[in-house]
């Protein structure tokens, strides 16, 4: 016996040491909440009218699309009248689609997905809280409470060890509200009344008992495919005017179930403003428009603390066939990097898949970027963020661009008081000149001192290191202008603006390097704008895809993932939303975003707020390097504890037999 339980630990940990290193390489970057991205842009001065029209499978990022599943449909159709930045009635659509998830009739809902708790007459929809599957399991000891969304807990109380059942309570926010008997194998069910049928007959939650466990030492029970909905329901009317001021919805009951949602009336418009955000439809779509209203776009804004997936673009990766996946700034800021403000940011991914065998072939991947002038400073978009072009006279010397304020960002520092930027570094003002109007300041990195120095005010501040080997401090770190110089009767304090600093950090770009990521060829050209290439090197390299697996490639800044089935994948970005009060820890290279603005996209509509200079119109609401040949990533964790706890069990079991 105590052999077997021997082998049984083994088994366990050897089955830890194999998985664990294949699971996913995505880089997850750390961002504070609330984190904002542009999901699609278009000029608003070219012709006459822009159009945005968007699907699920087209910009998953701001409709909802089930990668698993392949469901999700979604259509926002939107043109933009340039002339006077409107959108008028007859230029703006929002469809939907009811569809069929196993048994449960779901439609996508403004940018999440809903069960149709009943569409006869009035529509009666509800939020999907929790949608685990089979494979989804979790461990509950007797007395253990596991608690879900909107304060629901779930907890074991006891089990009856010979019948194989096992008693559990569910309550909301302490308070019980079903307490039951279920067997193994069985279902638990809690039903509420939500389509005001005054019959408690709509499941908010189910999950099935898969063991009842009684141990020497510990009761517990393994429950799997729990599903929750929202007990806040959502009332969709036909000809429904009030839901969204300056909107009518019109619902159709037939076959598929559809909502349409259309401006009401003739002389209404969605009036958009330059420099601002619009939110649309209660604050589910949100329209920006930069400071000189030429560049507009649909922004997401998430809130929710955790990890999220932001698909850029979804395909069909079915049998018999390639599927196209061409990603460019514009089209792709959620991924690709694209500055608003300026229009800036030219970069392209171009990825085909073979189908048959789920790989991505020498020749079907191309990624490629070109320089950009902003200002006085050559730039180039790098791998989905903004970098400055420290030298490109043969090697090619990138900085990243850590901050980027303008005239209208603005500080006031105090004598003595000290501004914290990106990797340490710090702006102090130590002395003012009261008569002179000129400042003495200190930039320290660490706490460690790089420069001291009077400026002048309306001057520039400037520290510069090298950053491109030729043993001269002559590329600008940070800078700054000094706005204003005050003396005060207790304060002495300066203004400054347009600070920008770039990264100590450099990257160096090599023409024809192939050690930079193994298994890619970078071709650099120094012509003006300057490009750099990159594509897979050897014709026997390609990048393998794996069924329900993430391949990470290019220092793993873009990652690939497909469902279980490998029917369906997307380029992803995956990022996690900490609180206001987490600082984000630095992402696998070494950076961090702060700031969190326009830059890389969510599967879920966000609550954006209005922004400055927000116009009112319908539905504003005043209330490491990876080889090509990389294998994708096996869904790793939930093997391993699902493997693990019924080891586990045979271990426990055993143990009670003795």
Do not use: C
């Not at 009218?49 to 998953?60: K, Q, R």
């Not at 903004?386 to 500080?411: I, P, R």
């Not at 930039?443 to 501040?461: L, R």
């Not at 794996?546 to 990022?575: A, M, Q, W």
């Amino acid at each position: 016996m105590k052999n077997l339980k021997t082998i049984i630990s083994f088994m366990v940990l050897t089955m830890l040491i194999t998985v664990l290193p294949a699971l996913s390489t995505a880089e997850i970057e750390q961002v504070s909440a609330p984190y904002e991205f542009l999901a699609y842009v278009n000029d608003l001065d070219a012709n006459e009218y822009a159009d945005f029209y968007l699907t699920s499978e087209t910009y998953p990022s701001i409709l909802y699309y089930d990668l698993d599943d392949g469901l999700g449909a979604e259509i926002l159709d939107i043109t933009v009248s340039n002339d006077d930045l409107e959108i008028a009635k007859g230029n703006f659509t929002y469809n939907t689609t009811t569809y069929m998830d196993g048994s449960n009739e779901m439609v996508a809902w403004l940018g999440k997905a809903y069960s149709v708790v009943s569409n006869n007459g009035d529509w009666y929809l509800s939020e999907l809280l929790v949608d685990d599957d089979d494979d989804d399991t979790h461990l509950l000891e007797v007395g253990e409470t596991m608690t879900l969304e909107e304060g629901l807990s779930i907890t074991p109380v006891e089990i009856d060890v010979d019948g194989g059942e096992a008693w559990v309570t569910v309550t909301i926010d302490g308070e019980e509200k079903k307490s039951s008997v279920v067997e193994e194998k069985g279902k638990f069910e809690y039903k509420e009344d939500l389509n005001d049928s005054n019959k408690d007959n709509n499941v908010v939650l189910s999950f099935y008992v898969e063991t009842v466990f009684a141990g020497m030492n510990t009761n517990l029970i393994k429950i799997n495919t729990t599903r929750q909905i929202s007990s806040d329901i959502v009332v969709v009317e036909d000809g429904d005017k009030d839901l969204f001021d300056g909107f009518i919805i019109k619902t159709y009951d037939t076959g598929l179930g559809q909502i349409e949602i259309k401006i009401d009336r003739s002389d209404d418009e969605i009036n958009l403003k330059k420099d601002g955000i619009v939110s649309i439809l209660g604050d589910r779509f949100n329209f920006m428009t930069n400071e000189d209203g030429d560049i507009g776009g649909l922004v997401v804004k998430i809130t929710e603390p955790g990890v999220h997936e932001i698909f850029a673009d979804v395909g069909e990766l079915t049998a018999g066939g390639y599927e196209p996946f061409y990603l460019t700034s514009k089209k792709n800021p959620s991924i690709l990097y694209y500055d608003l403000d300026d229009g800036l940011g030219a970069e392209t991914l171009d990825i085909t898949v073979s189908n048959d065998d789920l790989e991505i072939a020498k020749g079907n991947f191309t990624y490629n970027t070109t320089t950009y002038m902003d200002g006085s400073n050559e730039m180039v978009a790098w791998l989905g963020k903004a970098y400055s072009v420290v030298s490109n006279n043969g090697d090619w010397y990138l900085s990243e661009l850590l901050v980027d304020d303008d005239d209208d960002d603005t500080h006031l520092l105090e004598v003595g008081e000290t501004m914290t930027l990106e990797e340490g570094l710090s702006i102090t003002p130590v002395e003012i000149d009261v008569d002179g109007g000129e400042a003495w300041v200190t930039v320290t990195i660490d706490g460690e001192e790089k420069k001291s120095s009077v400026v002048e005010e309306k001057g520039k501040f400037e520290y510069k290191e090298d950053l491109n080997d030729s043993n001269k401090d002559n590329n600008v770190v940070l800078s700054f202008y000094v706005e204003t110089v005050f003396a005060g009767m207790n304060t002495n304090l300066i203004k400054i603006n347009t600070t920008r600093q770039i990264s100590s950090d450099v990257v160096v770009v090599e023409d024809g390097d192939k050690d930079l990521f193994d298994g890619f060829l970078i071709k650099t050209y120094d012509t003006d704008p300057g490009k750099i290439e990159i594509k897979i090197d050897g014709s026997d390299d390609e990048i393998n895809i794996k069924k329900d697996g993430t391949v990470s490639f290019l220092g793993d800044r873009f990652n690939f993932k497909t469902n279980e089935d490998g029917e369906i994948g997307g380029v992803v970005k995956v990022v996690e939303i900490v609180t206001g009060n987490e600082t984000p820890e630095p992402t696998p290279d070494g950076t961090v975003d702060p700031n969190a603005t326009v830059d890389p996209n969510a599967t879920a509509g966000p609550d954006v707020t209005e922004g400055p200079d927000v116009t009112e119109g319908p539905g504003v609401d005043e209330t490491a390097d990876e080889t090509p040949v990389e294998t994708a990533t096996e869904p790793g964790f939930e093997a391993v504890f699902a493997i693990a706890g019924i080891l586990a069990v045979a271990y426990l079991v055993l143990r009670k037999r003795e």
